[in-house]
């Protein structure tokens, strides 16, 4: 476990700043593009203008509706409610899946987030994707587990409104953890109608929902209850249970209006992490078996926000705050008997913290010699105060010894201006500049020489060319540059708490350049369909380190490009069919080739092959069903290639009955009951017994064959 993080004390003048600059992060302003909720928006007009004439943008609800004069790259889209409801679900990770190209796996137990991949990034839990809802970020930095921890698991997905995604870093909203792109998720202003619902099925699935959105003054207030248990089909019962609460009151219009919410989530659970296939081959466990039973966890999420927003048909203002509880305990063991032959080597992640910050955007419309034009500008704050982050050494949960344990605070600013421009009614260009500030302050009582203080600052320019529509299509050009932050702990790190050799800090703040061309096209009737071509440089990549679970900088730069082809079609009011293809090529750049004494090109767990599709239909007034098929390729699992995990096809279905006043449906999970690897790693563990380390492939199998009845009460 010798790459543990360790950090240091700080002088008081360090902490006194960090402290003030906390108070400051806490009580300013957030900022988010204004965004108008599906019930709000009109039907776009197949031709939109090519040029913003006000800040009241046109915003699409859906993916039946067509983005042309409105999006700014093929790479971008919105989920609307009834496209997120008709979908399966296993886990509600699962509901990042409606972006094209993205695949959400799991590796452990439910209660932790899920892996999830895009554009051949292995984005661990979240890493290089940014997510928010409701203006909350969700990527947790400096996480005892990963750098951009995303744990979807207090979402309830009834509530979601839209889902807005944005791939690649060409905007000027999103600032770290962009590399791969982003998303938001937009609470509904109001549910169609109330629910109760209850929820049987297959490994002792059970779960329980109360959720509706009465008129109350002048807006709505939308609240939901959830409760869930869940087995699994593991050989070690999974037990996972959470409650999720959810209150928002939301007044007001597309122009003029403000919401604010409380959300509370607490789940706990078993896992059953990956295992080495000898021990499969060798008949210690089965498919299904756990070499580590006590392995599991706890989590608490607790978040309150407000968002605003105001103006008329020429500008536009938003304001958004939020103030986050979080905490986790995780036990984990990948390596076995590798480095504690008697006591073996899991251990315990904690993080606690408290996340506070916000943002402001102003915009304005105008013309400047004949065209029209519109400027953004925003500015936005936030702050983690982390009073505890840390690596314990455990057996069966117990506390053997401290690796590492730490206190950070870690501040960061953003400031952008945007301008939209109208060169011709078939030429518009977007360009942006965005500049990055962060705060980084570490302390460790036990290794001062890995405390201290850092400050970093990055500028982020983009730029966008957008030309058409002709003959109902749009032409993209995008191009900027993005970042990611490290770990607070390896941006001040010098010395190996393990083993006391001197190590090299990790870079603050690490460089990503991006490109895209890409089109957009309704030339064919009842078909929307997006075409993208992509590169992506970054300076260096985050890793999993599986000896202590956390994400670490390889100290490599690497490459990605690729194609991506998205669809929608609708021919019939009754029937919806979706299909997405994408392929990307990752390599490392400055790679020592294998007979150099190095290692060889590849990235491990990049995906290079994903496609997806649906079919969603509405037989009768009644009777509706889904069909849904998600497949990912065989990736290398180490750099040389040598080493490749297998193929993925998953195939669920949903069948259902809706009546004046309620609701059943049949979801089937897995119907192909294929034994296929949900995840895979390559690396050295040692099992008991063992006389000495082995390199294999840990797998983590999907979840076979399940059956899931839901019954819903409307009022």
């Known amino acids: 476990m010798g790459n543990a993080y360790a950090p240091t004390p700080c002088?008081?003048?360090?902490?006194?700043?960090?402290?003030?600059?906390?108070?400051?992060?806490?009580?300013?302003?957030?900022?988010?593009?204004?965004?108008?909720?599906?019930?709000?928006?009109?039907?776009?007009?197949?031709?939109?203008?090519?040029?913003?004439?006000?800040?009241?943008?046109?915003?699409?609800?859906?993916?039946?509706?067509?983005?042309?004069?409105?999006?700014?790259?093929?790479?971008?889209?919105?989920?609307?409610?009834?496209?997120?409801?008709?979908?399966?679900?296993?886990?509600?990770?699962?509901?990042?899946?409606?972006?094209?190209?993205?695949?959400?796996?799991?590796?452990?137990?439910?209660?932790?987030?899920?892996?999830?991949?895009?554009?051949?990034?292995?984005?661990?839990?979240?890493?290089?994707?940014?997510?928010?809802?409701?203006?909350?970020?969700?990527?947790?930095?400096?996480?005892?587990?990963?750098?951009?921890?995303?744990?979807?698991?207090?979402?309830?997905?009834?509530?979601?409104?839209?889902?807005?995604?944005?791939?690649?870093?060409?905007?000027?909203?999103?600032?770290?953890?962009?590399?791969?792109?982003?998303?938001?998720?937009?609470?509904?202003?109001?549910?169609?109608?109330?629910?109760?619902?209850?929820?049987?099925?297959?490994?002792?699935?059970?779960?329980?929902?109360?959720?509706?959105?009465?008129?109350?003054?002048?807006?709505?207030?939308?609240?939901?209850?959830?409760?869930?248990?869940?087995?699994?089909?593991?050989?070690?019962?999974?037990?996972?249970?959470?409650?999720?609460?959810?209150?928002?009151?939301?007044?007001?219009?597309?122009?003029?209006?403000?919401?604010?919410?409380?959300?509370?989530?607490?789940?706990?659970?078993?896992?059953?992490?990956?295992?080495?296939?000898?021990?499969?081959?060798?008949?210690?466990?089965?498919?299904?078996?756990?070499?580590?039973?006590?392995?599991?966890?706890?989590?608490?999420?607790?978040?309150?926000?407000?968002?605003?927003?105001?103006?008329?048909?020429?500008?536009?203002?938003?304001?958004?705050?939020?103030?986050?509880?979080?905490?986790?305990?995780?036990?984990?063991?990948?390596?076995?008997?590798?480095?504690?032959?008697?006591?073996?080597?899991?251990?315990?992640?904690?993080?606690?913290?408290?996340?506070?910050?916000?943002?402001?955007?102003?915009?304005?419309?105008?013309?400047?010699?004949?065209h029209d034009t519109e400027t953004t500008v925003g500015v936005q704050v936030r702050s983690d105060i982390i009073p505890e982050v840390a690596i314990f050494h455990t057996e069966d949960r117990d506390v053997l010894n401290t690796v590492t344990e730490d206190r950070v605070n870690e501040e960061s600013a953003g400031a952008y201006v945007q301008n939209t421009f109208a060169w011709e009614h078939w030429l518009r260009s977007v360009v942006a500049i965005r500049e990055d500030a962060y705060f980084f302050d570490v302390t460790d009582e036990d290794l001062p020489i890995n405390s201290g203080t850092k400050t970093a600052a990055i500028a982020s320019p983009k730029a966008t060319l957008i030309a058409g529509p002709w003959y109902k299509t749009e032409y993209y050009l995008n191009a900027g540059l993005g970042f990611h932050s490290n770990d607070a702990r390896g941006v001040m790190q010098r010395e190996d708490p393990t083993t006391g050799q001197a190590v090299t800090p990790a870079t603050p703040l690490?460089?990503?350049?991006?490109?895209?061309?890409?089109?957009?096209?309704?030339?064919?009737?009842?078909?929307?369909?997006?075409?993208?071509?992509?590169?992506?440089?970054?300076?260096?990549?985050l890793v999993l380190d599986a000896d202590i679970g956390t994400t670490v900088p390889s100290g490599s730069a690497t490459r990605r490009y690729g194609v991506e082809w998205s669809n929608y079609y609708k021919p019939k009011d009754w029937l919806n069919i979706d299909w997405d293809l994408s392929y990307t090529n990752a390599r490392y750049t400055d790679y020592v080739p294998a007979e150099g004494g190095g290692f060889g090109r590849y990235i491990p767990d990049s995906i290079p092959w994903v496609a997806t599709a649906g079919v969603t239909t509405r037989l009768t007034t009644h009777i509706f069903t889904t069909l849904r098929m998600r497949y990912f390729s065989n990736r290398p699992l180490n750099e040389d290639d040598t080493v490749q995990s297998g193929a993925s096809m998953m195939v669920n279905a949903r069948i259902g009955y809706q009546g004046r006043s309620w609701e059943v449906h049949v979801d089937l999970l897995n119907i192909l009951n294929r034994k296929d690897a949900d995840q895979s790693y390559y690396y050295q563990s040692q099992l008991k017994g063992e006389a000495a380390p082995v390199d294999d492939v840990m797998i983590h199998p999907a979840e076979p064959f399940g059956v899931r009845c839901e019954v819903e009460c409307f009022f």
Request: proline content about 5%.
């Open 11 to 370: 002088p008081s003048t360090a902490r006194s700043a960090a402290r003030r600059l906390g108070t400051l992060t806490a009580i300013a302003c957030i900022t988010a593009m204004p965004h108008v909720h599906a019930e709000d928006a009109p039907p776009p007009p197949s031709t939109a203008p090519s040029a913003p004439v006000s800040t009241e943008t046109i915003h699409v609800s859906g993916k039946a509706d067509s983005q042309i004069g409105i999006a700014d790259s093929a790479a971008q889209g919105t989920i609307g409610m009834q496209d997120l409801d008709t979908r399966p679900l296993l886990r509600v990770g699962e509901i990042m899946e409606t972006i094209p190209g993205m695949i959400a796996t799991e590796h452990s137990g439910g209660g932790k987030a899920n892996q999830y991949y895009l554009r051949g990034y292995d984005l661990d839990h979240g890493t290089d994707f940014a997510t928010d809802i409701d203006g909350v970020p969700v990527n947790l930095r400096t996480h005892a587990h990963g750098q951009g921890y995303s744990d979807l698991n207090f979402l309830i997905p009834e509530t979601v409104g839209t889902l807005d995604y944005r791939k690649g870093p060409y905007y000027a909203q999103d600032g770290d953890f962009d590399a791969a792109g982003a998303a938001d998720l937009h609470y509904a202003d109001a549910l169609p109608h109330g629910i109760a619902s209850l929820t049987g099925g297959t490994y002792e699935y059970e779960r329980g929902l109360v959720a509706d959105s009465p008129a109350l003054g002048d807006g709505h207030l939308l609240y939901a209850l959830e409760a869930e248990h869940y087995n699994g089909p593991w050989d070690a019962p999974e037990e996972f249970r959470h409650l999720n609460g959810l209150l928002r009151y939301s007044e007001g219009d597309r122009l003029n209006g403000y919401n604010v919410g409380l959300s509370a989530y607490a789940g706990e659970w078993n896992a059953t992490n990956q295992t080495p296939e000898r021990a499969i081959n060798e008949g210690l466990v089965d498919l299904y078996g756990n070499l580590s039973p006590s392995d599991g966890g706890y989590s608490q999420r607790y978040s309150s926000w407000a968002n605003w927003h105001g103006g008329d048909a020429t500008s536009q203002t938003t304001l958004n705050i939020y103030a986050v509880y979080y905490r986790l305990n995780l036990w984990s063991d990948f390596t076995f008997f590798e480095f504690d032959p008697v006591h073996g080597d899991q251990f315990e992640q904690v993080d606690r913290r408290y996340l506070t910050g916000g943002a402001a955007t102003h915009s304005w419309t105008g013309r400047v010699a004949g």
């Open 510 to 541: 690490v460089r990503i350049r991006s490109a895209e061309i890409g089109m957009r096209t309704d030339a064919v009737d009842d078909v929307h369909s997006t075409l993208g071509v992509f590169w992506v440089q970054a300076d260096n990549e």
